[in-house]
């Protein structure tokens, strides 16, 4: 059964920093891309950024380009999101999800950032 | 990156058909065979139910169906079922090597 189980969130600072992470489990991990996707409150869904299989590739939202860096270590089976000089626009709860170049086709269940004061 | 376009909320009565668009532009849904739907429950994860424009994922009813023409997409829910009730978000590839959502639709069972 696939597995996706996301941690790191929580109450930030604007300004401020956190990492996110993914743990997988029941599928190949290093076979796959990986996507990141949030969703502020009682909002749609935002897709954040991708990494491809072996973390050669990497592709970035225009709204988190050069503030937020994917990364994995197949490994250990995780994924990961640096998240850096956070804004209160990027409170929102943030899926990992397991998928191809062009879709996602499992998800985590999420984890929620807030930034705020 | 602007999101794709889709109603705000559609409604039908059980056992009749729906049908919610997805629009974009020639950069995204018209350009590429890579358009996804997805069905979400209130607290859940998303579910992805259909992928490239019309195939169905294992386990997904085939009362779920897509297509597409030109600029925009569709998703075509039959035989409404009162579980069918939640929102659905379309995505789509796009040129710039990313992905974008639509706003998402809430479907109303009447």
């Known amino acids: 059964e696939v597995q996706l189980v996301e941690s790191g969130g929580g109450l930030v600072q604007p300004g401020g920093s956190l990492r996110l992470s993914c743990a997988a489990s029941?599928?190949?991990?290093?076979?796959?891309?990986m996507h990141w996707v949030r969703q502020a409150p009682g909002k749609g869904l935002v897709w954040v950024s991708r990494i491809y299989s072996d973390g050669s590739s990497t592709n970035y939202a225009d709204s988190v380009k050069g503030r937020f860096t994917i990364s994995r270590d197949n490994a250990k089976n995780t994924l990961y999101l640096q998240m850096n000089s956070l804004r209160a626009e990027d409170t929102a709860v943030y899926y990992c999800a397991r998928g191809s170049s062009v879709r996602e086709d499992y998800w985590g269940q999420g984890t929620l950032v807030t930034v705020s004061s | 990156q602007s999101a794709l376009t889709q109603p705000a909320s559609v409604s039908g009565s059980p056992g009749q058909s729906i049908t919610i668009s997805c629009t974009g532009t020639s950069s995204d849904v018209g350009g590429y065979n890579y358009v996804s739907w997805y069905q979400q429950h209130p607290g859940k994860a998303p579910k992805l139910v259909i992928y490239?424009?019309?195939n169905r994922p294992s386990g997904i009813s085939n009362r779920f169906s897509g297509s597409k023409s030109g600029n925009t997409a569709s998703l075509t829910i039959s035989g409404l079922q009162a579980e069918d009730e939640t929102d659905y978000y379309c995505s789509s590839y796009t040129s710039s090597s990313t992905l974008v959502f639509g706003g998402g639709t809430k479907l109303t069972v009447l």
């Open positions: 490239d424009v019309s």
């Open positions: 029941g599928f190949t991990f290093s076979s796959y891309w």
